[in-house]
């Protein structure tokens, strides 16, 4: 990263209005101190324990450089692989979907009351599921990306660490759709990403991050890694999600749009 950056801010003991008014409404990501205080997830998701109860799981992993490079492993293979490799490209487990497979997870966290999700008021068999746990070792990452439908989201890291550097709506068009590396930009082919203004953070093992629906966003694991992610919409964001909706011409939200306008309400009212 060669351009101009800001440190994402660090708090404790926010209430949800002074979430809403410095960083829900006005959108800027922001890490949480001591939201995961009484987790059972915090002391109890070890390696160990995912070996141990879920070993025998089929799980999905890509590699963060080359993500069409994909594999099928049962995840206690996994958690071997990623304990011992040295690769600078390794695979890692992401978009774990384990709510359906693995509902009793749920109980181990609590959602903060900052994120609750509006899209819970949808019928179960068209809800999106946006809860997955992320396992990975070190180098492993997630691409530059924005968040689905233009949702906002949180991320609890469970063990380890990880870099995150985001870009304001604003600065999309030196983004180049995604596809430059923001921790290794190469910029003869991207040359406008000079232009582009980030900030960015280190979150480490017990805090909760932010981020903003429609920030641009990379993330990478500087040690072995357990995190736990979840999407929402609710009112810092529902404009612009509705926004997506409404313009969007992909036949399979057809039927997600108006079970939005049946059982959300909250979209469509004056009130919000």
Avoid at 182 to 202: S, W
Avoid at 231 to 260: D, G, H, I, R
Wanted: proline share 7%.
């Amino acid at each position: 990263m060669l351009h101009e950056t800001q440190n994402v801010d660090r708090v404790s003991n926010l209430s949800r209005e002074e979430f809403l008014q410095n960083y829900g409404i006005c959108g800027k990501p922001v890490i949480f101190l001591d939201l995961m205080d009484n987790w059972k997830a915090k002391t109890c998701w070890t390696p160990e324990f995912f070996k141990s109860k879920y070993g025998a799981t089929n799980v999905t992993v890509r590699k963060t450089k080359t993500p069409d490079d994909e594999r099928t492993m049962r995840l206690g293979e996994y958690i071997d692989y990623m304990e011992s490799t040295k690769e600078e490209n390794p695979y890692y487990l992401k978009y774990w979907g384990f709510s359906d497979d693995c509902p009793e997870l749920l109980e181990d966290y609590n959602i903060p009351e900052y994120f609750n999700s509006w899209h819970h008021q949808l019928p179960d068999e068209i809800r999106p599921r946006w809860s997955w746990i992320y396992i990975g070792p070190t180098n492993t990452g997630t691409e530059m990306h924005i968040d689905p439908a233009m949702s906002s989201a949180w991320n609890a890291v469970i063990s380890g660490r990880k870099r995150w550097v985001f870009y304001p709506p604003e600065n999309e068009p030196y983004l180049y759709d995604g596809k430059v590396d923001a921790f290794n930009p190469d910029l003869n082919k991207y040359p406008l990403f000079a232009k582009a203004r980030c900030l960015t953070c280190i979150q480490n093992s017990g805090e909760v991050i932010f981020t903003p629906g429609g920030w641009w966003h990379q993330i990478v694991n500087e040690e072995n890694c357990i995190a736990i992610t979840g999407n929402f919409v609710n009112e810092t964001n529902y404009k612009t999600v509705k926004n997506y909706l409404e313009v969007s011409e992909m036949p399979k939200l057809n039927q997600l749009k108006q079970a939005v306008k049946q059982y959300i309400p909250q979209f469509y009212s004056n009130s919000q």
